[in-house]
């Protein structure tokens, strides 16, 4: 459970029972989705459906941080892509920022929206180099970058910081934003299928259907392949993160551009102030064990096993260029995914985009998210991500029989591949092992006792409910 999680507002909102007509139909509500819905509050026929709990998909595992020093995300993309990029993305961040601060200002959100310095870090003199070279490039954005040492006891070489940046606590401003659209909102709505008919979106779900003419898709991975793609235009990261006390609130966060890469932020409350500690960041397909990994996070940043307060990891669409995709898919379906570990601003803007599209109206940055963009970068980056997506569907096969062996027991039935877990009170639960997104062998996340994809990142709970998309189906297994 995460920092954040502790406050979620699970009480839960309406589900859809009956069929539907809307004007605009938003799928997903995390950040991205929540605050598409936001900008359209005022019109008439928007309604946004969530398979769950507002807030409770990637957004409640974030570090929150909003932030326009990204790594050396710059640097990249003028070296990548080109200078006009680089100018155009840094801009559209900070605007992000603008954005997030204003809907907190006016809607009177106690987030704990704080401002602090945020820092980018080398422990490599190699990389020093890179480091100056986003310095000077953010230099001649007439941004005032500063070269002080790092004020936390990290081992930080050089380190880069700018003063315009924010931290939040991302769950309150959901939950405020749900409470502020309840009227608007259903939950545990899921939708499983979209079909174009017509000038009309039938969006199915699994008892109703509502039918759409403009639709945002903004749950966090598409649950659709076609006409997108985004199994090959982007792979999955997971990160780690561990929470502490501390005394002193040194007001900065802070990210490192090394190997191994951790990242730090405060939050402060009425209960304390808690250190936020990230590190272990891995492409999925590599799999890794969750509690060796959480181990690692501790040993990076010193944190004692008592001392320990959350404990989380979280999973994100890492695209070909680090940038996201938000834009049409077809003339009247929008989407806003690919965010790349930065969806606290992109998601926010994400949120005024689309919101401006589906109305028609002008919005800003098309080029820069469009999904149609075919920048080299992004383009080199396919054939790793289809290695990548084969390097996953074939050592997940393989890992059946290696994995877990003390407690799973796999086997076949009918030919599909199942296995049972039988958990610490010896009740025994079976699925297939399978999943139904795109044909991944399901790896068991042993901590939490899921059923993760290492592809595409669904999950599943140990009796097979699905909770986490792209996979719309459960992998229950009944005799
Ligand atoms: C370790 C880590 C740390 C991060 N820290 C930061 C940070 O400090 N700053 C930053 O800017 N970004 C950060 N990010 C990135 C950020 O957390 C995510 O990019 C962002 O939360 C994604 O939001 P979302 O709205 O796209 O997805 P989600 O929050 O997952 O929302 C999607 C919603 O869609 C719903 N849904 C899914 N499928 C369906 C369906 N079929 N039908 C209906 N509803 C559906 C889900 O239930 C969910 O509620 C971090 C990411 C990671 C992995």
């Given at each position: 459970?995460?920092?954040?999680d502790?406050?979620?507002?699970?009480d839960?909102l309406?589900?859809?029972?009956e069929n539907?007509?809307?004007d605009?139909?938003i799928?997903?509500?995390?950040i991205?989705g929540?605050?598409a819905l936001?900008y359209?509050k005022?019109k008439k026929?928007?309604?946004?459906?969530d398979?769950?709990?507002?807030?409770?998909?990637v957004?409640?595992?974030?570090?929150g941080?909003?932030?326009y020093l990204q790594n050396?995300?710059?640097?990249?993309l003028?070296h990548?892509?080109n200078k006009d990029?680089?100018q155009?993305?840094?801009?559209?961040?900070?605007?992000?920022?603008?954005l997030?601060?204003s809907?907190?200002?006016?809607?009177?959100i106690n987030?704990?929206l704080?401002k602090?310095?945020?820092y980018v870090f080398?422990?490599?003199?190699?990389?020093?180099?890179?480091?100056k070279?986003?310095r000077?490039f953010?230099?001649s954005q007439n941004?005032k970058?500063?070269?002080?040492?790092l004020?936390?006891?990290?081992p930080?070489?050089?380190s880069?910081?700018?003063?315009d940046?924010?931290?939040?606590?991302?769950?309150?401003?959901t939950?405020?934003?749900k409470?502020?659209?309840k009227?608007?909102i259903?939950?545990?709505?899921?939708?499983?299928?979209l079909k174009?008919?017509?000038d009309k979106?039938?969006?199915?779900?699994?008892k109703?259907?509502?039918?759409?003419?403009k639709?945002?898709?903004a749950?966090?991975y598409?649950?659709f392949?076609?006409?997108?793609?985004l199994?090959?235009?982007?792979h999955?990261?997971?990160?780690y993160i561990?929470?502490?006390?501390?005394?002193k609130n040194p007001?900065?966060?802070a990210?490192?551009v090394s190997?191994?890469?951790m990242?730090?932020?405060?939050y402060e409350?009425?209960?304390?102030i808690?250190e936020?500690c990230?590190a272990c960041?891995h492409?999925?397909s590599?799999?890794?064990?969750?509690t060796k990994?959480?181990?690692?996070?501790q040993k990076i940043?010193?944190i004692?096993?008592?001392?320990i307060?959350?404990?989380w990891?979280?999973v994100?669409?890492?695209?070909g260029?680090k940038l996201?995709f938000?834009g049409n898919?077809?003339?009247?379906?929008?989407i806003?995914?690919?965010?790349?570990?930065?969806?606290?601003t992109?998601?926010?803007?994400?949120g005024y985009?689309?919101?401006?599209?589906v109305l028609e109206?002008?919005?800003?940055f098309?080029d820069l998210?469009?999904?149609?963009?075919?920048?080299?970068?992004q383009?080199k980056?396919f054939f790793p991500?289809i290695?990548n997506s084969a390097?996953?569907?074939?050592s997940s096969?393989?890992?059946?029989?290696?994995?877990?062996k003390?407690?799973?027991?796999?086997t076949?039935?009918?030919?599909?591949?199942?296995a049972?877990?039988?958990?610490?009170?010896?009740?025994?639960?079976?699925?297939f092992?399978?999943?139904?997104h795109?044909g991944?062998?399901?790896?068991?996340?042993?901590?939490?006792?899921?059923?993760?994809?290492?592809?595409?990142?669904?999950r599943?709970?140990?009796d097979?409910?699905?909770?986490k998309?792209?996979s719309?189906k459960d992998?229950?297994?009944k005799e």
């Amino acid at each position: 459970m995460s920092l954040w999680d502790k406050k979620l507002n699970k009480d839960v909102l309406f589900s859809l029972k009956e069929n539907k007509n809307v004007d605009i139909l938003i799928i997903g509500g995390g950040i991205a989705g929540l605050t598409a819905l936001y900008y359209l509050k005022d019109k008439k026929n928007v309604f946004l459906v969530d398979a769950g709990i507002i807030g409770d998909g990637v957004t409640k595992n974030t570090t929150g941080k909003l932030t326009y020093l990204q790594n050396t995300i710059y640097t990249d993309l003028v070296h990548h892509v080109n200078k006009d990029t680089a100018q155009k993305y840094l801009k559209s961040q900070k605007i992000a920022i603008d954005l997030a601060k204003s809907i907190i200002e006016k809607e009177k959100i106690n987030c704990h929206l704080e401002k602090v310095d945020s820092y980018v870090f080398t422990t490599k003199p190699k990389e020093i180099k890179k480091l100056k070279e986003e310095r000077d490039f953010l230099l001649s954005q007439n941004i005032k970058v500063s070269e002080n040492a790092l004020p936390i006891n990290l081992p930080a070489i050089y380190s880069i910081s700018v003063e315009d940046t924010y931290v939040f606590h991302p769950i309150l401003y959901t939950n405020h934003l749900k409470d502020l659209l309840k009227e608007k909102i259903f939950e545990n709505t899921k939708i499983i299928k979209l079909k174009k008919e017509k000038d009309k979106y039938i969006c199915f779900g699994e008892k109703i259907k509502i039918i759409a003419s403009k639709v945002i898709v903004a749950c966090h991975y598409p649950f659709f392949f076609l006409p997108f793609c985004l199994p090959i235009k982007s792979h999955i990261e997971k990160s780690y993160i561990l929470t502490r006390k501390v005394e002193k609130n040194p007001k900065i966060s802070a990210i490192t551009v090394s190997n191994p890469g951790m990242s730090i932020r405060y939050y402060e409350d009425e209960s304390g102030i808690y250190e936020i500690c990230l590190a272990c960041s891995h492409k999925t397909s590599i799999h890794q064990k969750d509690t060796k990994n959480f181990k690692t996070v501790q040993k990076i940043f010193n944190i004692k096993e008592d001392d320990i307060i959350d404990a989380w990891s979280n999973v994100d669409i890492i695209t070909g260029d680090k940038l996201p995709f938000i834009g049409n898919i077809n003339k009247k379906l929008y989407i806003a995914t690919g965010f790349n570990t930065w969806g606290m601003t992109n998601g926010i803007l994400a949120g005024y985009l689309l919101s401006r599209k589906v109305l028609e109206e002008p919005a800003p940055f098309e080029d820069l998210f469009s999904l149609k963009r075919n920048n080299f970068y992004q383009i080199k980056n396919f054939f790793p991500n289809i290695i990548n997506s084969a390097i996953s569907l074939i050592s997940s096969k393989k890992r059946e029989k290696d994995w877990y062996k003390s407690h799973l027991i796999f086997t076949k039935k009918n030919g599909k591949s199942i296995a049972i877990y039988t958990d610490k009170e010896g009740v025994k639960y079976t699925v297939f092992t399978t999943c139904p997104h795109m044909g991944c062998s399901l790896i068991f996340n042993e901590l939490e006792e899921t059923w993760d994809c290492p592809c595409h990142s669904s999950r599943y709970t140990k009796d097979g409910e699905c909770i986490k998309g792209p996979s719309t189906k459960d992998i229950k297994y009944k005799e």
